[in-house]
């Protein structure tokens, strides 16, 4: 969301927090404090926490700017009371306020991660207190690992869970793509959700598991992809990890590898089609040419799965001469009905592309001609 119609001293912590938080934080509305003015000087940020989002209400008061704001936490944690004066005063969320200097821009941001760190100590005490022998169990064999988040949940229409958030590998996936792009350490957790309460099971059910990423890897590869071992009877998470970051291990290691088939690809493609107008020059995922058939000239673009060559390539033929009647250039259907076989060498799939483009530039202009009639 744009920072709109916010005060400027405001709008500066905001701005500091959005571009400089260590994870993806997102304001979700603003509002004005008061009819009387239209400037937003309160907003709704979702901050990422175990996986998931806890929305924090930021209250400042546009006719007090130089203020620190108030904080307004969910209403499912009215437990969580971080600004009671701690045994140590200068660790207190309280000492950030009373100090405050709104001249400062990362005041805002700094506070939001002394209030996060806390919210995870709150979550830990809250899951340490559940009368689960298992889930005790787990805690006391995952201390060790850094980085663990964990949270109770609870509700009227749903039973009473424990879901722990484990950061997998200690592997820095940023430093293994070349030019990495990425502001935000990329990041993979696996999610493991125990249900409480269930005393009359002879033997505990497997917990449910998956594996999240942060967004941006799937640029990369998608942990979707990857088929989660089995989660044997009377099983730890503790036993369970190591072979689950072993798996993943070697598919980063072949994605990463698979950058540079994808790159040599289009380096092939350009033998055919001529040097490219366009190319992704980081995980080489698509390519633009410019194409003739006598007068008729267009761009054929050429989308490269992150499981190439296994599965083909995905083909749009745009015009540069025809546009419809919003003035956008007239482009076909995606297209991947041509021959393909991920075992020809890359100098054969990309003749075959060649081919089969050559062949759809009749259709096309016909396309693109019809499109001018309407």
Same mark, same amino acid.
């Given at each position: ?202 033997? *505990?059910?497997? +917990? &449910?598991?998956? $594996? ?8 990369? #590869?998608? !942990? @979707? ?113 041509? *021959?393909?076989? +991920? &075992?020809?060498? $890359? ?8 081919? #089969?483009? !050559? @062949? ?15």
């Amino acid at each position: 969301m744009a920072v709109d119609g916010v005060p400027p001293i405001i709008a500066a912590q905001l701005n500091h927090l959005l571009s400089h938080s260590p994870f993806s934080i997102k304001v979700d509305q603003m509002w004005p404090g008061s009819k009387k003015n239209a400037w937003n000087d309160r907003f709704t940020l979702l901050i990422p926490f175990c996986l998931d989002f806890i929305k924090w209400d930021i209250i400042y008061n546009v006719e007090s700017p130089l203020a620190p704001p108030d904080v307004i936490f969910g209403a499912e944690d009215d437990k969580f009371l971080p600004f009671v004066l701690s045994c140590d005063p200068s660790k207190s969320p309280m000492h950030n306020l009373s100090n405050w200097n709104s001249k400062d821009p990362s005041r805002l941001l700094s506070l939001i991660l002394q209030l996060r760190e806390l919210y995870s100590a709150y979550q830990w005490k809250r899951v340490g207190g559940v009368d689960d022998d298992r889930v005790k169990f787990e805690i006391s064999t995952m201390l060790s690992r850094e980085g663990i988040e964990m949270s109770l949940s609870s509700g009227v229409e749903k039973p009473e869970e424990v879901k722990f958030a484990v950061p997998l590998l200690d592997t820095s996936i940023n430093n293994m793509v070349p030019a990495c792009p990425w502001r935000q350490l990329q990041k993979i957790y696996l999610q493991v959700i125990y249900p409480i309460g269930r005393k009359y099971q002879s033997a *505990p059910s497997a +917990p &449910r598991l998956k $594996l999240v990423s942060t967004l941006e890897l799937k640029s990369l #590869f998608s !942990v @979707e992809d990857i088929k989660l071992p089995t989660w044997l009877n009377g099983m730890c998470m503790a036993e369970y990890l190591p072979a689950l970051e072993e798996t993943l291990q070697m598919q980063i290691l072949e994605a990463v590898s698979l950058i540079g088939v994808r790159r040599h690809f289009i380096e092939t493609l350009s033998t055919v089609f001529g040097r490219p107008l366009e190319a992704d020059p980081i995980f080489c995922r698509e390519a633009t040419f410019l194409v003739a058939n006598g007068v008729f000239t267009f761009l054929v673009h050429i989308f490269i799965p992150i499981h190439f060559p296994k599965q083909k390539p995905t083909l749009i033929l745009q015009s540069s001469q025809h546009f419809n009647t919003q003035g956008v250039p007239v482009r076909s259907p995606v297209m991947s009905e041509y *021959p393909w076989s +991920p &075992r020809w060498e $890359l100098s054969e799939m990309a003749s075959r592309i060649f081919d #089969f483009v !050559v @062949e759809e530039s009749s259709n096309f202009k016909k396309i693109c001609n019809d499109a001018l009639q309407r």
